[in-house]
């Protein structure tokens, strides 16, 4: 093993004006954890693709980049191999095998391991992940969180020295996120294996990393420990664009002007939380009533006892379920890996046809709406994958196909912040600015009903409020908002409504306090810190710091 040391690296893509990269120095010390944060945009996957050998991007460099003594370009095809490990965004994009089994042999048997070696190494991976009861299984039967598992297990079969991880859990649910980081910690921990890692959402690794790498533009912005960049950001938290995508205790730490070491984690957070109210000294009621609301009469959507399977002699991936959503609202659609959220949304969109069941939008039969009428003007839709939207060669041809006037255009390019993005080829974008292109194109059919799946991955936390705040303009204009999302702090802050998804099932809407305040899992990570002063409906930083600056405690 080696140290990675990065020294003066600049670059820039082929053609490009400008540096994707400038100057990035810094050195991942053998077996340490590296953190990668950053704007959407700011260069991140960029770096890290230079520390794949095959996947060094085309273009100009200068600086170097090196495992110990050798230059990462430079190092034979199959040491590279060896030495370093990737997994990837996207859990399909990196499957290569119809099964599991095969899959973790595949790495193995292309550099030449005898069946022996590989059978022991294979065994030895799935004992460490606790595998054995899905071994055998197909890959397409898999959820989301298990076929990243498998790709960490494979990328580990062949014993690397560094693995490399391009957002890892951007598309799993909350629990599965938090079990993959868990092995991901227990390979760097008692296995040593350098880890490079990029992430925007920080809330379960930031506390574990050994440094943390902040890119701004392509530069390196702020780059220490931990505990070192919670300090830094809290002196100005709001020149910061990543302070919403700190750990919410340190968020709150900042908000209420803390003394002391700056809590990073929801132990820590509670801990915090606690210490804080036993220094008050007055302690009343802090949870108001809950205000009655009445529903519209009129619903947007409604599903009626929906059934539906993909194979006629298959398992239905809906269960008879029953969903009811209203104009004016935003409803967030949570759930696991594999619940069927994607489905769902399918099915309200009529890309899906139910076998029993009912499907109304606007109070019309989804049916009855013929010739694609139902796509012109009101309904809309997202899908998980946005490449699937694109067709031209510069993302202001994809807007312009939209129809829509000039103007209308350069408002909704300027409102997404992707007017610098408009002269660009849609795939040379990186994931989160084709995230935002797509629900670009999606706004211009300016549609009474938007169905959104996966529309947050790529994003970084700053862009989420304006994401958000764009949710609620067209809230306000009496739009319907449903979102597919593994995004619970999002869902917590957006969401007028929230249901959960599973065994087939669409729980009905609640509100998103009294959704929230029930979960142990699904719940935002202010929540489970809020608890410890008795507030189980908070779901925002904000909200927690003023009460405990009011000193309202409920014990």
């Known amino acids: 093993m080696a140290d990675i040391v990065v020294k003066n690296l600049s670059f820039a893509y082929a053609g490009a004006a400008q540096n994707a990269l400038h100057n990035i120095s810094f050195t991942a010390a053998e077996g340490t954890l590296t953190l990668l944060c950053g704007a959407t945009g700011s ?20 600086g170097t980049l090196r495992y110990g003594d050798t230059e990462i370009v430079q190092l034979e095809p199959l040491k590279a191999a060896q030495k370093f490990g990737l997994v990837m965004q996207n859990p399909d994009n990196q499957i290569v095998t119809d099964n599991v089994f095969s899959e973790l042999f595949f790495g193995l048997e292309n550099l030449g391991f005898s069946a022996a070696e590989a059978h022991r190494r294979v065994a030895e991976t799935v004992g460490f992940f606790g595998m054995e009861s899905y071994l055998h299984k197909a890959i397409d039967s898999l959820s989301g969180g298990q076929k990243q598992l498998v790709n960490l297990a494979a990328a580990l079969a062949l014993r690397p020295e560094v693995l490399i991880l391009d957002e890892p859990t951007a598309q799993l649910d909350p629990v599965a996120s938090a079990d993959f980081i868990a092995a991901l910690l227990r390979i760097n921990r008692e296995l040593g294996v350098t880890v490079i890692l ?16 902040l890119l701004d533009k392509g530069q390196i912005a702020a780059l220490g420990t931990p505990r070192e960049l919670a300090a830094e950001l809290m002196r100005e938290p709001q020149l910061n664009k990543m302070y919403p995508a700190f750990p919410a205790a340190a968020r709150l730490f900042g908000a209420v002007g803390g003394k002391g070491e700056c809590p990073l984690s929801v132990r820590e957070g509670r801990a915090f939380v606690q210490a804080f109210v036993k220094s008050g000294a007055e302690i009343h009621s802090a949870i108001p009533p809950k205000p009655a609301t009445t529903p519209p009469q009129k619903p947007s959507v409604r599903l009626k006892n929906v059934y539906f399977r993909y194979e006629s002699k ?28 994607s489905t ?11 076998h029993i069941g009912k499907i109304e939008i606007l109070e019309k039969n989804i049916k009855a709406y013929k010739g694609g009428s139902l796509y012109k003007g009101i309904l809309a839709g997202l899908p998980q994958n946005p490449e699937t939207l694109f067709t031209r060669e510069t993302a202001r041809l994809e807007l312009e196909e939209m129809g829509g006037d000039t103007s209308e255009t350069q408002r909704i390019a300027q409102l997404l912040e992707i007017s610098d993005l408009l002269p660009m080829h849609p795939l040379d974008l990186s994931g989160g600015e084709r995230q935002k292109l797509a629900f670009a194109k999606v706004l211009l059919c300016n549609a009474q009903i ?3 799946d996966e ?3 790529g994003l970084d936390s700053r862009y989420k409020q304006v994401f958000g705040a764009v949710l609620k303009q067209l809230k306000d204009a009496g739009k319907t908002l449903i979102l597919a999302t593994h995004d619970i702090e999002f869902a917590a802050l957006n969401a007028d409504k929230c249901c959960i998804c599973f065994n087939g099932e669409l729980s009905a809407p609640l509100a998103a306090k009294e959704f929230f305040a029930g979960n142990y899992f699904y719940t935002p990570a202010i929540n489970r810190i809020a608890r410890a002063a008795g507030f189980n409906e908070v779901l925002s930083v904000e909200e927690l710091a003023a009460k405990l600056r009011r000193k309202e405690f409920t014990v």
């Not at 260069?43 to 460099?61: A, M, N, Q, Y």
């Not at 769902?344 to 139910?354: H, I, R």
């Open 314 to 341: 298959g398992l239905d991936i809906l269960n008879g379920a029953d969903f009811t959503v209203y104009p004016g609202e935003i409803t967030c659609i949570l759930g696991g890996n594999g619940s069927g959220k």
């Open 198 to 213: 990029c992430e925007h959402r920080l809330e379960q690794i930031f506390a574990h990393a050994d440094q943390v790498v």
């Open 43 to 62: 260069g991140k996957s960029t770096l890290l693709r230079h520390f794949v050998k095959e996947l060094t991007p085309h273009g100009k460099r200068t």
């Open 344 to 354: 769902a949304l399918g099915v309200m969109g009529g890309v899906n046809c139910p």
């Open 450 to 452: 938007y169905l959104l």
């Open 455 to 457: 529309p947050l991955k």
